[in-house]
Nanobody
């Protein structure tokens, strides 16, 4: 019943910024976890950032100080603000939603968007 649609990806140069958006339809309790995960060929899927209305927003160490997750609960939109992008940030970025609170790196995400591609190169 939940539909997630990502947008905002693109091809940029190192040091540039992007804002990814995830528009959600259907019921997602504010206490339920939403997050951004990324996938690079040859590597495991990585939870980049997640947030719910109870716990603090969390980001993986490799993007701390550069990425910030924000959730507009009223409009049901999830954002990922990315600055100082690096080539290693290149990946397909997916928006995901769970039916429980966030448990960092343990959340079972049940609803997924189709992804938006981010490419960082010079």
């Amino acid at each position: 019943q939940v539909t997630l649609v990502e947008s905002g990806g693109g091809s940029v140069q190192p040091g540039d910024s992007l804002r990814l958006s995830c528009h959600a339809s259907g019921y997602i309790d504010h206490r339920y976890c939403m997050g951004w995960l990324r996938q690079t060929p040859g590597k495991e899927r990585e939870e980049v950032a997640s947030i719910d209305s109870i716990r603090d927003a969390l980001t993986v160490d490799s993007v701390k100080g550069r990425f910030a997750i924000h959730r507009d609960y009223a409009k049901n939109i999830l954002y990922l603000h990315m600055t100082n992008l690096k080539p290693e940030d290149t990946a397909m970025y997916y928006c995901a939603a769970a039916d429980l609170q966030c448990t960092w790196h343990g959340t079972v995400f049940k609803n997924w968007g189709q992804g938006t591609r981010v490419t960082v190169s010079s």
